[in-house]
């Protein structure tokens, strides 16, 4: 079955970075690209950006540009986001998501904090 | 940058039409999407392309579009139906940059 799967809770401290991967699985890796959105504690969804795991281009929201770095393992079939100069305000859960409706499935989440 | 624009909250009986809605300036061009999440789990995809069902959504689920506004109906909700729900689209870049309406809390009592 479609499984995304990312990897575990982080603690960072200010100004450090965090790296949180995406293994995809029994679906054609290359077919569907896949977002990252974030959700801050007691708020929305928030888009971050796209990447297509088959040529590896990306695309982000304005708002994280030079902030965040998208790439792709396509022979784990594995995502991965980075987030640099952290901050409190990036304190949330980061979830990986495969979207292409009705093809739409999404990671577990990862919680990251950020904490002096 | 662009903004897709919710109600906070809406609030129905059990039985009743709950309608949400989601305006943006670049819905004429580009699809709706909604999502449910309940509390502590990922988003759950219950509308796409403005008004279409995912299989395993209930038929009370259903989605329009005219103009700058897109809206979810749940016609009948129920208790279970009580979580967030947010609109998702496009802007008009061609660059495929997603964005999130604020979200809408559905209270279903």
């Known amino acids: 079955q479609v499984q995304l799967v990312q990897s575990g809770a982080e603690v960072k401290k200010p100004g450090a970075s965090v790296k949180v991967s995406c293994k995809a699985s029994g679906y054609i890796f290359s077919n569907y690209y896949i977002h990252w959105v974030r959700q801050a504690p007691g708020q929305g969804l928030e888009w971050m950006g796209i990447?297509?795991?088959?040529?590896?281009?990306?695309s982000y929201a304005q708002k994280f540009h030079g902030k965040f770095t998208m790439t792709r393992d396509t022979s784990t079939r594995t995502v991965y986001m980075e987030l640099s100069s952290l901050t409190s305000e990036d304190t949330a859960v980061y979830y990986c998501g495969a979207h292409d409706p009705p093809f739409d499935y999404w990671g577990q989440g990862t919680l990251v904090t950020v904490s002096s | 940058s662009y903004e897709l624009t919710q109600p906070p909250s809406v609030s129905v009986s059990p039985g009743q039409t709950a309608r949400i809605t989601c305006s943006g300036d670049a819905l004429p061009k580009n699809h709706a999407y909604w999502y449910q999440q309940k509390s502590g789990q990922a988003p759950v995809l219950v509308i796409y392309?403005?008004?279409k069902r995912p299989s395993g959504i209930p038929e009370r689920f259903s989605g329009s579009s005219s103009g700058t506004m897109a809206t979810l109906t749940v016609s009948g909700a129920q208790v279970e139906d009580e979580a967030d729900y947010y609109c998702?689209?496009?802007?008009?870049?061609?660059?495929?940059?997603?964005?999130f309406g604020g979200g809408t809390k559905l209270t279903v009592l």
């Open positions: 392309e403005d008004s």
């Open positions: 998702y689209s496009t802007d008009s870049s061609g660059n495929h940059r997603g964005v």
């Open positions: 990447i297509n795991p088959s040529a590896g281009s990306t």
